[in-house]
């Protein structure tokens, strides 16, 4: 296991908990069409903290031999066949986390997955991210967590990218491996 992956652990468990509860408090709440096995959102880029990355490589590292090696092929292979792709290129392909509709990781899942939540189902199977009606204030909170876990660290990195330049590195050279991912956005 990395140095720091436990307190980067802790760092995201504490976050993700505040995060889980201010957004499923927020005004628009019980508009919300998302539901258990919708993945819609799934199929859309995301960005992840160092600590966020940290914590699921963490997690991935504890799971059985099979599924371990299985779920990092799958991630190293996605990382690989998308580097050269656009941000927009890359929505609408699923997130190597994904099966059968649901989030292998859930628990660890990252911040943006946690805050975006549509309020209309229909409009999440449209091609366009840009025409899903969200829940804004879930989302902006999620972006405030997002700048909070990363707090002086590196801007956040495309996942598939970060999760497999961490999947070698161990210790402090994490940091700069995971400087050297994909940057969010582009």
């Not at 307190?7 to 005004?27: F, G, P």
């Not at 959102?41 to 299985?70: D, N």
Request: net charge positive.
């Amino acid at each position: 296991m990395r140095a720091g992956s436990n307190d980067a652990h802790a760092k995201v468990a504490a976050v993700a908990a505040r995060l889980d509860s201010l957004v499923a408090n927020t005004t628009t709440s019980a508009l919300r069409a998302c539901r258990d096995g919708c993945a819609h959102c799934c199929r859309h880029p995301v960005g992840v903290t160092l600590p966020e990355a940290l914590a699921i490589v963490a997690t991935i590292a504890k799971l059985p031999a099979a599924l371990r090696e299985s779920l990092t092929a799958r991630i190293r292979q996605s990382a690989s066949n998308t580097a050269k792709l656009t941000w927009e290129q890359l929505g609408h392909l699923p997130c190597p986390l994904l099966e059968a509709e649901r989030c292998l990781l859930y628990a660890v899942r990252p911040l943006p997955c946690r805050a975006f939540a549509s309020l209309d189902a229909t409009a999440c199977a449209t091609p366009s991210p840009l025409g899903i009606p969200i829940d804004s204030e879930a989302f902006l909170i999620g972006l405030g967590a997002v700048s909070a876990l990363q707090a002086g660290g590196p801007e956040p990195r495309e996942l598939r990218a970060a999760l497999t330049a961490l999947f070698s590195t161990a210790g402090p050279d994490a940091d700069s491996a995971f400087g050297r991912a994909r940057v969010s956005g582009t």
